[in-house]
């Protein structure tokens, strides 16, 4: 079993930053690719930036420039640095990473999701 753990979300004004962190723990034996996803209310899931273990990394359009994935593999932790918040960006994020358990199995697993609200 593989849990994420995620922690980092509040409440800011337009202009501030936050950074969310991601802690990937259980029968883990590698982690591929790591990322963060967002649903504001009443829209879809989308995707906000991914990360592959060897660090390419991939932001929806709307957050280029401003927002910041890495990953740290031996903490098996993904943080998303996010800079110039705009209200738009409030939603709920969620976390995932997919990869191989160590029974060889690939797994697929999120986290709790963490509110992050911009507003004035």
């Known amino acids: 079993q593989v849990q994420l753990v995620e922690s980092g979300g509040g409440l800011v004004q337009p202009g501030e930053s936050l950074k969310l962190s991601c802690a990937a723990s259980g029968s883990i034996l590698s982690i591929n690719v790591m990322g963060w996803y967002r649903q504001a209310p009443g829209k879809q899931r989308e995707l906000v930036a991914s990360i592959t273990r060897g660090g390419r990394t991939d932001y929806a359009d709307s957050v280029k420039g401003r927002f910041t994935i890495s990953r740290d593999n031996a903490k098996n932790t993904v943080y998303l640095q996010m800079n110039s918040l705009k209200p738009e960006d409030t939603a709920v994020y969620y976390c995932?990473?997919?990869?191989?358990?160590?029974?060889?199995?690939?797994?697929?697993?999120w986290g709790q999701g963490t509110q992050v609200t911009v507003s004035s």
């Open positions: 995932n990473a997919d990869g191989l358990a160590t029974s060889l199995i690939q797994f697929t697993s």
